[in-house]
């Protein structure tokens, strides 16, 4: 038995494969370890650190206290604050979310206080009985959205995201299996490289397809079943305990009226839903070619591990930015531009802000060109690896016969 | 026709194959031999496009054939390259459809290919309870199901009993006279010498020999006379010929077949001598000669 263990795992670490995902991992663990420095040398806006701009010169005791509430003074910033008969004024507010008017208020209520306090230096029963609190006015107010069904939605993206991380290697595993057992040499004298690439790739998708709609006919048929039974009261009463729903919800009915499926609503699932398939269609692509370089079921079991750390970092960055500032400028706007970060983040914007037709464009423009650069390189670079051919250069015969 | 012309492939530093070049006609069956590690399976998987080759030309019927699969060959690799978990009919089927057949003509011909190979096991059974032999077999019907003008077979006669061999053997030669054009290699050289019409001698990528098998015999010259050895024979022998007790008979060797003809003249003038044989060079012996420096 130790002679199985110990051939395993030499099969599992000692080979090309291993190092190479090894120095991956490396990479991204160092990239996390030093994420401040790198944003910073980026110019990325320190978290939390709203831009703002005040119409009157901040003192330095201002400029502290700005950071303190999470706002960083410039001469000039797309948010800003003028001053008004009895108070402030907030401009282009409509950054804003609920936390941030918060914090500015407090923090404008707190300018207030030291101006009144620097000018008049008041006793304490002069400043209880002069000062009067300030206006502070915002140019937009707060949309009230619906916050129940956009994270309902994300819920869902997030199981769909999770199953990226198996539908990925699901391909790339049979190719290498077939190498393993040979079965390539029959396939191959039948069917060429580019229809097996193709064969492989579409038939993953539509594999991802129809196992989601089976999930989703088999959800469906229990859900009538237990519509049938208390119309789901009990299941939504539970799963409100653990914050999923809203305790207003309880029934189906009710859940689906939380949602308001209007068109509207539908196109932005859509659109979300086409971003998190470009990016996995993308991510397939990439281990379905490095399969063909591989020589070993246990090495491509080898290289899975960063790739899945590799999307779970994605996934936690892509939830610490998901706040209405974060996501409307800096490096949540860049990654829903980005392949791969797109599928995460662009369906965050889609559902937490309203963006215009040209965004959306791009972002898609962006996807679907780096989706079919990548399905036609792969495709070249596919084949060259099932037969053994370097990608770069040509192998020139040496010691040829005299 | 198949012809092939200055085919190269190195993997590395390792020259596997060296400016390699021969022609199979129609009816013609090719043996392709030489030591382990020759190159006789890179050449094949060069020739079905398995492996790209660093150079080399292919043409059938005088047309260059492009880089990929070529469809109208059919391929037995040297090892099992079967879905073991599929039935017999399931794997013919499959390939038969990746070959663009209609399943009436898929099913026509594994009849054929069923009484060809003389088969009798049920088309549900499963590859994987298959022994090795018969999966030989399957492979074998698997590679010619879309009926190929062009057959390349890797070491057929491998996990076959004496009985499948001489069948396969009697199948192959069929095969030919049907006008198909037939590769195969083998270490197993008294087949090759039953059926094979020429011959190609690989050495560590290099062709150390090819052409017709019957002019390469004649071109070493030595041939065996057999005969039954209470015989004495050693006054009808010159100083260069040799001869060896097998059994009951005596072997002896001579440099040409015209001086093999002249001792059996000889030897058949003597009444005691019974059992009297002439053969050529074989190829075993063949391609000792030609790789031995």
């Known amino acids: 038995m130790t002679e199985l263990i110990l051939f395993g795992l030499k099969r599992r670490f000692l080979n090309k494969t291993f190092l190479i995902s090894q120095l991956l991992l490396i990479f991204l663990l160092a990239s996390l370890m030093n994420a401040d420095k790198i944003a910073l040398y980026f110019g990325f806006t320190p978290p939390g650190h709203l831009p703002l701009s005040l119409m009157e010169k901040a003192s330095e005791v201002d400029e502290a206290f700005a950071n303190a509430y999470g706002f960083t003074l410039q001469e000039k910033a797309t948010l800003s604050v003028v001053k008004i008969v009895g108070g402030y004024e907030v401009l282009n507010s409509a950054q804003l979310d609920g936390i941030h008017r918060l914090q500015l208020q407090a923090y404008l209520t707190t300018l207030s206080k030291n101006e009144f306090l620097a000018l008049r230096n008041p006793s304490v029963a002069e400043l209880i009985q002069e000062y009067e609190s300030v206006e502070i006015r915002f140019d937009t107010p707060m949309e009230i959205r619906a916050v129940g069904k956009e994270s309902f939605v994300f819920m869902i993206l997030t199981a769909v995201y999770f199953m990226v991380l198996n539908f990925a290697a699901m391909t790339s595993n049979e190719v290498v299996s077939e190498k393993s057992a040979n079965v390539l040499d029959m396939v191959l004298s039948a069917a060429d490289a580019k229809s097996h690439y193709r064969a492989k790739l579409f038939g993953g998708w539509l594999t991802m397809i129809l196992q989601g709609c089976f999930a989703l006919g088999t959800l469906g048929v229990f859900a009538m079943l237990r519509n049938q039974s208390d119309l789901g009261k009990g299941l939504l009463v539970w799963a409100s305990q653990f914050g999923l729903v809203d305790r207003e919800v309880t029934s189906f009915r009710a859940l689906f009226e939380m949602l308001d499926l209007d068109f509207s609503f539908g196109m932005t699932i859509a659109l979300c839903v086409f971003f998190l398939l470009c990016g996995m269609a993308i991510l397939q692509i990439i281990m379905t070619v490095i399969a063909t370089k591989l020589k070993s079921a246990e090495e491509a079991s080898i290289l899975q591990g960063p790739v899945y750390i590799f999307l779970l970092i994605l996934y936690y960055v892509a939830l610490s930015q998901n706040t209405i500032p974060r996501l409307s400028q800096g490096f949540g706007k860049i990654a829903s531009y980005v392949p791969i970060s797109s599928m995460l983040f662009m369906p965050m914007r889609l559902l937490s802000l309203k963006l215009g037709a040209g965004e959306i464009l791009l972002s898609g423009c962006v996807a679907i060109t780096s989706l079919l650069t990548l399905l036609f390189a792969g495709q070249r670079i596919y084949e060259k690896g099932l037969r053994h051919e370097k990608i770069f250069k040509k192998c020139i015969v040496k010691n040829r016969a005299k | ?293």
């Open chain 2, 1 to 293: 026709m198949l012809e092939v012309k200055g085919m190269s492939k190195t993997y590395g530093k390792h020259l596997a194959l060296s400016d390699c070049g021969f022609t199979v006609q129609k009816h013609e069956i090719l043996g392709v031999c030489g030591e382990n590690g020759s190159g006789k399976t890179t050449l094949f998987r060069c020739l079905m496009g398995l492996i790209a080759k660093d150079e080399g030309e292919i043409r059938v019927g005088g047309k260059k054939i492009d880089e990929g699969v070529r469809s109208s060959f059919g391929y037995l690799p040297e090892q099992r390259s079967l879905y073991t978990d599929l039935s017999i009919e399931d794997t013919l089927v499959h390939y038969g459809r990746l070959r663009n057949m209609e399943r009436d003509a898929i099913d026509r011909r594994i009849r054929e290919l069923y009484a060809s190979f003389d088969f009798t096991i049920a088309l549900k059974t499963k590859v994987g309870s298959l022994s090795k032999g018969n999966q030989q077999k399957v492979q074998f019907m698997a590679c010619l199901i879309h009926d190929p003008q062009i057959v390349i077979l890797d070491e057929p006669f491998t996990g076959l009993d004496y009985v499948n061999l001489e069948k396969t053997q009697s199948f192959l030669m069929d095969l030919a006279k049907k006008g198909k054009c037939i590769l195969l290699s083998s270490h197993q050289y008294d087949e090759l010498d039953a059926i094979c019409n020429s011959l190609l001698i690989l050495k560590e990528g290099k062709t150390m020999d090819y052409g017709n098998l019957d002019r390469m015999k004649n071109e070493v010259g030595k041939c065996t006379v057999k005969v039954n050895s209470q015989v004495p024979v050693l006054q009808h022998l010159k100083e260069d010929e040799t001869v060896e007790i097998v059994g009951n008979s005596s072997i002896i060797q001579t440099q040409t077949p015209q001086r093999a003809k002249k001792l059996m003249n000889l030897l058949a003038k003597d009444e005691a001598i019974r059992d009297l044989a002439m053969e050529r060079i074989k190829v075993k012996e063949l391609i000792r000669l030609r790789c031995t420096p």
